[in-house]
């Protein structure tokens, strides 16, 4: 597998991830320029990628799509920062079995795509809300499934009370943040799909395999995190 990268070898990003780092980089004070949509808020005008981005000559799907939001739950343990994940049941009628955020379609009674994020999180994974610090979002991505996703970002204090909602989630889990922002982990697949060969992100960790939007979303991540402070690239 091809491997992408998004900063330098030698630079750690292990001593560096704190929660105020990260909070610098979300807070738009740490310089412009790659930072993506670092700092910025829903509503506000933000980059676009999905899961046409890594294929030569891809496009955008070209229908209607189903407005979503997901919460990216940074965890906040005293001895290091992780990402939450979630393991969706086999028998969902959408990405069944893959490893996702907690997150759905956004719903009427949505205010806005934080309050379904934060909703779909306490139905998931029976996450507080009160539990979850919002300190931005990533860029919206576009899924060949029909969804257009705003991905939207949480400091999460813990410990946490959990209870999984078992029809939609097998199982949850943390991966380490400094495993997400490390680029030798940030490797690309391919598969024939519609008569076309798909590329798309796969961060291997473990025993478990995340691939394509939740991996796409986590590189995301990682480019703001791994932005040089000074020139943000």
Same mark, same amino acid.
């Given at each position: 597998?091809?491997?992408?990268?998004?900063?330098?070898?030698?630079?750690?990003?292990?001593?560096?991830?704190?929660?105020?780092?990260?909070?610098?980089?979300?807070?738009?004070?740490?310089?412009?320029?790659?930072? !993506?949509?670092?700092?910025?808020?829903?509503?506000?005008?933000?980059?676009?990628?999905?899961?046409?981005?890594?294929?030569?000559?891809?496009?955008?799907?070209?229908?209607?799509?189903?407005?979503? #939001?997901?919460?990216? =739950?940074?965890?906040?343990?005293?001895?290091?920062?992780?990402?939450?994940?979630?393991?969706?049941?086999?028998?969902?009628?959408?990405?069944?079995?893959?490893?996702?955020? =907690?997150?759905?379609?956004?719903? =009427? !009674?949505?205010?806005?795509? *934080?309050? #379904?994020?934060?909703?779909?999180?306490?139905?998931?994974?029976?996450?507080? !809300?009160?539990?979850?610090?919002?300190?931005?979002?990533?860029?919206?991505?576009?899924?060949?499934?029909?969804?257009? *996703?705003?991905?939207?970002?949480?400091?999460?204090?813990?410990?946490?009370?959990?209870?999984?909602?078992?029809?939609?989630?097998?199982?949850?889990?943390?991966?380490?943040?400094?495993? *997400?922002?490390?680029?030798?982990?940030?490797?690309?697949?391919?598969?024939? &799909?519609?008569?076309?060969?798909?590329?798309?992100?796969?961060?291997?960790?473990?025993?478990?395999?995340? &691939?394509?939007?939740?991996?796409?979303?986590?590189?995301?991540?990682?480019?703001?995190? #791994? #932005?040089? =402070?000074?020139?943000?690239?």
């Amino acid at each position: 597998m091809e491997q992408s990268h998004f900063f330098s070898a030698g630079r750690s990003a292990e001593r560096r991830l704190t929660r105020s780092f990260v909070l610098e980089r979300f807070s738009g004070q740490s310089g412009t320029g790659r930072r !993506s949509s670092a700092g910025k808020v829903p509503g506000e005008p933000v980059g676009l990628r999905g899961d046409h981005s890594l294929t030569p000559g891809g496009r955008p799907p070209d229908r209607l799509l189903t407005p979503a #939001a997901v919460l990216v =739950p940074i965890v906040d343990r005293a001895e290091r920062l992780t990402v939450l994940l979630t393991q969706r049941t086999a028998h969902l009628a959408d990405h069944a079995g893959q490893i996702a955020f =907690p997150g759905g379609r956004i719903e =009427p !009674s949505d205010a806005d795509p *934080v309050a #379904a994020a934060l909703r779909e999180a306490h139905e998931e994974v029976g996450l507080p !809300s009160d539990h979850v610090e919002i300190i931005g979002r990533l860029d919206t991505y576009l899924t060949g499934t029909g969804f257009e *996703v705003t991905p939207v970002v949480g400091l999460v204090r813990a410990p946490y009370p959990s209870k999984l909602d078992a029809f939609e989630v097998a199982e949850m889990f943390e991966v380490p943040l400094d495993f *997400v922002v490390d680029p030798v982990n940030h490797q690309r697949g391919s598969r024939e &799909w519609k008569g076309t060969t798909r590329t798309f992100f796969v961060l291997p960790y473990e025993n478990r395999y995340i &691939w394509g939007a939740t991996a796409g979303m986590l590189v995301n991540l990682a480019e703001i995190l #791994a #932005a040089d =402070p000074v020139t943000g690239r």
